[in-house]
């Protein structure tokens, strides 16, 4: 078993320090977790990723890997055992600069207005008050137990600490010079940029035509775009045989069901350029590259035998100079939210937006109290964020409670009780500046779980233009800076498959994957535990317009990214923050959230990854 452990290391391209020591302590691993060679380097490569590791396998990294693996094999006894309640607190740290975070404690506004739902009797919760549906006074939980509050564990740039926000209304920040803080008391435009799919899942019902007829359609696309640039030449068919370089366009697929990196690498190309042909993909030549099944890309390179294609390069991006989908970007559904009936000259409106952005789940898995969302509510009243954005699972269906199905009330009523009614008496403390935007999970109890999925349905006309639910994914304009957000964890899921060369970030890499291929969700075939009905609304899925800033919510370490495309002109760069704002709960402990200040561009933006 050795000699298997050193060939899977070598396949994944990684490179063994000590080698003696480490084969043996793998061994030992795979006796001991009854692992196999295959399962153990994947786990490697997630431990590596999740810790932004380069390409070589220390020593040093074995025992924090030994505990990386008991917390999986743990995981996956608490899965089969339904209603144990095990947990051990285990977050993903950005290397070790929490060693020197700084501390925020924030002090919760005295006095509210008791605004709550119509159909519910309830009293507010906010600041720490339970109502009778909630968490008993006398009740302590191990979240309400911890101590670090509030800490800073990552920044972009920098981010001011306000420690009276009133006092600094309409004060110049002379601590802060070169960043602006967005003053809180403005209310941004909001505008709704993505399409919407129709409600209900149809996933039983999704057609091999139309699962067809969207990957063709995304490799024609490509294949149109690649030529607009005039940088390549009109695709051909890579499957025939011919000693001269060829240019071909196609989605990278496996030859048979399984993992990519464990099959010979394939190229579709389309119907109209090859009759939907696959060929062998030959990538010895490649010193760089980074594939992923369901991953549309030019290649050049020659055939000579007709059965593999030698690839001198692989072509992973469309140049921002021309349009991927323009007919889908002009199509697109905007939708104007504000309702004051009054025209608004763009030019008027700052491209600056103060942002708290947050991931579920929302409660810890030891009670359904929500003590997570009431914390962070708090933490919004005192820091005034234009906008706070919310990312699903709301009501978990991971949830060891949901998942026992012996509660007295339906999702809908515990959606409408714990979370609409915090987020009614948010709104109504905060005045008309407040905006909230939802954006539903596919692990949301309540709702349609098939993706891409509609907005939540939730009939709050009175606050309809203050609490406003988009699709997943979807992406909004606020204050015209554009915001996609995509409650799906595709990292994690692009972590797994993709195969790579050369590459020194693989964070950086997966999540550029994304905005290259001008798509939320490129992965084909789907992840096993991921509903994709290609029949709702396959123009969902992808990006009509590059968003200044992508929130895609992972499991992987918590991250803000600055990442930086092709421009339209040469030399030219367009940038996007890239969002992981972790979750938001850990098993019975605190997560993770984002403060971000965006100000016209993202290089003079800010950013905070904090501990709730």
Known sequence: MEDQIRAEFRKNNFVLVEEEEIVQKCLTFCINYNLSPSDLVSS???????????????????????????????????????????????????????????EIVPTSPAG????????????????????????????????????????????????????????????????????????????????????????????????????????????????KALVASQLYEEPVDPSVASQKSIFAVGMICCEEEGRLKEKPIMLQSSVEHSGGQRVRLDLQKLDQFSLFPGQVVGVEGHNPSGHYLIATKIVDYVPLSVSVDADTFRQ?????????????????IPSDLSLIIASGPFTTTDNLFFEPLSELLAYAQRTQPQLLVLLGPFIDSEHPEIKKGTLNRTYDEL????????????????????????????????????????????????????????????????????????????????????????????MTTLTNHLLSQRSFYPLYPP??????????????????????????????????????????????????ICVNPGRLARGEGSGHFVQLNFHATPDSSSASVIRI
């Not at 490569?45 to 094999?73: C, G, K, P, T, W």
């Not at 029949?535 to 800033?549: N, V």
Request: hydrophobic fraction near 35%; charge should be negative; charged fraction near 25%.
């Open 415 to 506: 959606f409408r009780l714990e979370v609409l009614r915090r987020l009614q008496d948010y709104v109504e403390y905060m005045g008309s500046a407040a905006r909230v935007i939802l954006v539903p999970s596919i692990r949301d109890a309540h709702h349609d779980y098939v993706f891409p999925q509609p907005a939540f349905d939730i009939n709050l006309a009175d606050l309809s233009h203050q609490i406003t639910c988009i699709t997943n994914p979807g992406i909004i304009s606020a204050n015209k800076v554009k915001v996609g957000c995509c409650s799906v964890d595709v990292l994690k899921q692009l972590s797994t498959d993709v195969v790579s060369r050369g590459i020194k970030n693989r």
């Open 332 to 348: 697109t559904k905007r939708q104007a939210v504000d309702h004051d009936n009054q025209p608004v000259d763009p030019s008027d």
């Open 44 to 102: 490697w490569d997630l431990y590596s990723i999740n810790r932004q590791l380069e390409l070589i396998v220390s020593d040093a990294h074995m025992d924090a890997f030994r505990q990386q693996l008991q917390i999986e094999q743990k995981q996956a006894i608490i899965e089969k055992e339904q209603g144990l309640h095990t947990y051990t607190d285990v977050t993903m740290e950005f290397n070790d600069e929490h060693e020197d975070a700084k």
């Open 112 to 223: 509210q207005n008791d605004v709550h739902l119509d159909s519910f009797d309830a009293t507010p919760i906010m600041n720490g008050s339970m109502h009778k549906l909630g968490k008993p006074l006398e009740l302590v939980t191990p979240f309400g137990q911890r101590k670090d509050k509030f800490v800073v564990h990552s920044t972009l740039n920098s981010i001011p600490v306000v420690n009276d926000i009133k006092k600094e209304q309409g004060k110049e920040n002379s601590d802060d010079d070169v960043i602006k803080r967005v003053h809180p008391s403005q209310r941004c435009s909001l505008e709704i940029l993505s399409s919407q799919p129709a409600p209900g899942c149809r996933y039983m019902y999704d057609r091999i035509e139309d699962k067809f007829n969207c990957l063709e359609d995304r490799i024609m696309k490509y294949s």
């Open 527 to 576: 992840a096993e535990d991921t509903p994709v009905d290609l029949s709702l609304a396959p123009e969902a899925l992808q990006m009509s317009t590059l968003p200044d800033i992508l929130i895609i919510p992972s499991d992987l370490t918590q991250f803000v990214k600055v990442l930086s495309l092709e421009g339209r002109n040469e030399g030219e760069e367009v940038k996007c």
